[in-house]
């Protein structure tokens, strides 16, 4: 029997409903074609605008609908002008990587031949790593809640054995995965500073752990100043890169940078029961409403998305349909044609989704994905 799957879908705040339109047709596209499964899409609303018309930012509905679905197609959410009465910023997924347990901050960087970067990449060698961030400990553990006196400020980092043992696990099947996709050689990199930090030593030891189950794939260790510099020097050296909160919140925006620019950086949010799939950026208010964001970015999201659903339910045509969306978007962008502005182009959201649509269905390229 064919199987269904529930997605929840945020579309969020500023350029985040241009951006989830186009995506959302390219999938029920993409589900309609393949006859190996099939996708339902509910309405999640939340963000700024909501809490602007409602004061809620996040009503217990749309929470029950992410608890309820299969994954979680999430655009961006936050507007500048809106807060909440103590200042801060409406973030409602930042609240539900906590609610949900999201562990494991997932950030692809692939930079293929022809794309242009701030890098140039030696003949035949593509970027093609993966950078895990840990996102409910580290040194945000103490996030609203670090000390400050007249003479001093202190924050706590935190890192437990329950969650490192949940992410390097994670960390590992991964690169399992990956290798076995033919896509890399199958090694996994721990970015720390055990040479400074106790808290770090422990972290590296529960990673030594988890790698001893794993001897058919290579584990390494890597200080993060140096893993910084190498990010920049040999970058395609790295398959799966796993590390602590902060250090994983610097490095993933070093990634986006690899990559061109925030336009084209996906990412996801996974935890053992839930995982929420979103771009990088944020909701863009000073192009929000001109037709100009890239959607690329939301693309490649919704395509970690079927791979993530593809391998947690073992199913082959969401992998497949994954690989070919990912594949499409890559292969615009290496062409340098049909680009939006933040890509030196001058295509607009639309033309960008149109372009992924034409690599899709056009009866050659739906002849090769046959
Ligand atoms: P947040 O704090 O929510 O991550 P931010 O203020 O750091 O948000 P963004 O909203 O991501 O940043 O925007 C940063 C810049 O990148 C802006 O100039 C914005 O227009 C641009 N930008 C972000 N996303 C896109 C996109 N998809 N297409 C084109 N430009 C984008």
Same mark, same amino acid.
């Given at each position: 029997?064919?199987?269904?799957?529930?997605?929840?879908?945020?579309?969020?705040?500023?350029?985040?409903?241009?951006?989830?339109?186009?995506?959302?047709?390219?999938?029920?596209?993409?589900?309609?074609?393949? *006859?190996? +499964?099939?996708?339902?899409?509910?309405?999640?609303?939340?963000?700024?605008?909501? +809490?602007? &018309?409602?004061?809620?930012?996040?009503?217990?509905?749309?929470?029950?609908?992410?608890?309820?679905?299969?994954?979680?197609?999430?655009?961006?959410?936050?507007?500048? !002008?809106?807060? +909440?009465?103590?200042?801060?910023?409406?973030?409602?997924?930042?609240?539900?990587?906590?609610?949900? !347990?999201?562990?494991?901050?997932?950030?692809?960087?692939?930079?293929?031949?022809?794309?242009?970067?701030? $890098?140039?990449?030696?003949?035949?060698?593509?970027?093609?790593?993966?950078?895990?961030?840990?996102?409910?400990?580290?040194?945000?553990?103490?996030? *609203?809640?670090?000390?400050?006196?007249?003479?001093?400020?202190?924050?706590?980092?935190?890192?437990?054995? &329950?969650?490192?043992? &949940?992410?390097?696990?994670?960390?590992?099947?991964?690169?399992?995965?990956?290798?076995?996709?033919?896509?890399?050689?199958?090694?996994?990199?721990?970015? !720390?500073?055990?040479?400074?930090?106790?808290?770090?030593?422990?972290?590296?030891? $529960?990673?030594?752990?988890?790698?001893?189950?794993?001897?058919?794939?290579? @584990?390494?260790?890597? +200080?993060?100043?140096?893993? @910084?510099?190498?990010?920049?020097?040999?970058?395609?050296?790295?398959?799966?890169?796993?590390?602590?909160?902060?250090?994983?919140?610097?490095?993933?925006?070093?990634?986006?940078?690899?990559?061109?620019?925030?336009?084209?950086?996906?990412?996801?949010?996974?935890?053992?029961?839930?995982?929420?799939?979103?771009?990088?950026?944020?909701?863009?208010? !000073?192009?929000?409403?001109?037709?100009?964001?890239?959607?690329?970015?939301?693309?490649?999201?919704?395509?970690?998305?079927?791979?993530?659903?593809?391998?947690?339910?073992?199913?082959?045509?969401?992998?497949?349909? *994954?690989?070919? $969306?990912?594949?499409?978007?890559?292969?615009?962008?290496?062409?340098?044609?049909? $680009?939006?502005?933040?890509? *030196?182009?001058?295509?607009?959201?639309?033309?960008?989704? &149109?372009?992924?649509?034409?690599?899709?269905?056009?009866?050659?390229?739906?002849?090769? @994905?046959?």
């Amino acid at each position: 029997m064919t199987q269904n799957f529930e997605i929840a879908v945020f579309e969020g705040d500023g350029i985040g409903p241009e951006i989830t339109a186009p995506t959302v047709e390219i999938l029920k596209k993409l589900a309609a074609q393949s *006859g190996g +499964y099939t996708l339902s899409f509910t309405d999640a609303p939340a963000g700024a605008a909501h +809490y602007a &018309k409602t004061g809620e930012s996040l009503p217990k509905t749309s929470l029950d609908a992410a608890r309820a679905a299969d994954a979680i197609l999430l655009s961006a959410m936050g507007l500048p !002008d809106v807060r +909440y009465p103590d200042g801060t910023e409406i973030s409602p997924q930042i609240e539900l990587r906590k609610i949900l !347990d999201l562990f494991a901050g997932v950030r692809p960087v692939t930079v293929r031949a022809g794309q242009m970067g701030p $890098l140039t990449l030696p003949e035949g060698r593509d970027i093609d790593f993966v950078l895990i961030r840990e996102s409910t400990e580290g040194l945000f553990y103490s996030q *609203g809640a670090g000390e400050v006196t007249e003479d001093e400020a202190r924050e706590t980092l935190r890192i437990t054995r &329950k969650t490192s043992e &949940k992410l390097f696990k994670f960390a590992f099947n991964l690169a399992q995965n990956r290798k076995d996709q033919g896509r890399s050689k199958g090694e996994v990199t721990c970015v !720390d500073k055990a040479n400074v930090f106790r808290a770090f030593a422990f972290f590296r030891a $529960l990673f030594d752990a988890e790698a001893k189950k794993h001897p058919e794939l290579t @584990a390494n260790h890597a +200080y993060v100043d140096a893993t @910084a510099l190498w990010m920049v020097q040999k970058p395609w050296d790295f398959d799966v890169m796993v590390t602590e909160n902060m250090f994983g919140d610097i490095l993933s925006d070093l990634g986006a940078g690899l990559m061109g620019g925030l336009g084209l950086a996906p990412s996801a949010d996974i935890g053992e029961d839930h995982a929420v799939f979103q771009p990088c950026h944020g909701s863009a208010p !000073d192009i929000a409403g001109q037709g100009l964001a890239n959607p690329f970015a939301m693309i490649l999201s919704a395509a970690m998305m079927l791979d993530w659903l593809g391998t947690t339910h073992n199913n082959a045509a969401l992998l497949a349909d *994954g690989k070919r $969306l990912r594949e499409a978007v890559e292969g615009i962008v290496s062409s340098g044609t049909g $680009l939006t502005r933040d890509l *030196g182009g001058s295509a607009g959201t639309a033309d960008a989704a &149109k372009s992924v649509e034409a690599a899709l269905f056009t009866p050659a390229s739906t002849a090769a @994905a046959s």
